[in-house]
């Protein structure tokens, strides 16, 4: 298993990119998983229903599942959030994980970039940062893809993803 990320403040295209990127990935015979970094108030339950009765009920895990998928929905309740070390643990093997957000873990990362946001670049500060994919020209020593480029940028995440095993050796967390 693999591992390499996508970084941008919000708005940047980060999963308009994952979307397209995906099928790329997945029309080239790999197995895709990914792994996104939401603000803490997001919540994939629907109130009412039973699922969501149950965890508001105290349950520590929710469990849904269905003959299509299932969901494990673990209720954090004060305690920390999990790494991404952790996060990664929970993930069934596939070729390649890419992880959306977690910008301050030192994972490899792409940064995804658009200059309507008009905010500062990322990989300036981030050593992790191997490539950046944006809407206009970049002057950087490090490789630039245009956004449309998908192919060129699945290339990219493939030569510079790195095993798990690396990945969690140098974490940090």
């Known amino acids: 298993m ?7 403040w919000s708005g940047a295209g980060k999963t308009t990119l994952l979307e397209r990127v995906i099928p790329h990935l997945i029309a080239r015979g790999m197995s895709v998983s990914t792994l996104k970094h939401a603000h803490h108030k997001f919540d ?8 969501w009765k149950h965890r508001q009920a105290g349950a520590t895990e929710v469990l849904v599942a269905s003959a299509n998928r299932f969901a494990l929905m673990h209720e954090l309740r004060g305690s920390p959030e999990p790494t991404l070390p952790e996060l990664l643990s929970l993930l069934s093997p596939v ?13 490899p990362k792409i940064e995804v970039y658009r200059a309507e946001n008009q905010k500062p670049f990322l990989h300036v500060q981030d050593a992790a940062i191997v490539a950046v994919a944006s809407d206009v020209p970049v002057e950087t020593g490090l490789p630039v893809f245009h956004l449309d480029d998908i192919e060129k ?18 974490s940090g967390d």
Not at 44 to 51: A, E, L, N, T
Not at 95 to 107: N, Q, R, S, T, Y
């Open 95 to 107: 070729d390649l994980v890419i992880v959306e957000g977690f910008k301050a873990h030192p994972h």
């Open 2 to 8: 693999k591992l390499i990320g996508l970084a941008g």
């Open 44 to 51: 994939v339950d629907v109130p009412g229903k039973d699922s």
């Open 153 to 170: 940028i699945a290339d990219m995440m493939l030569a510079k993803a790195l095993p798990l095993s690396d990945v969690l050796a140098t």
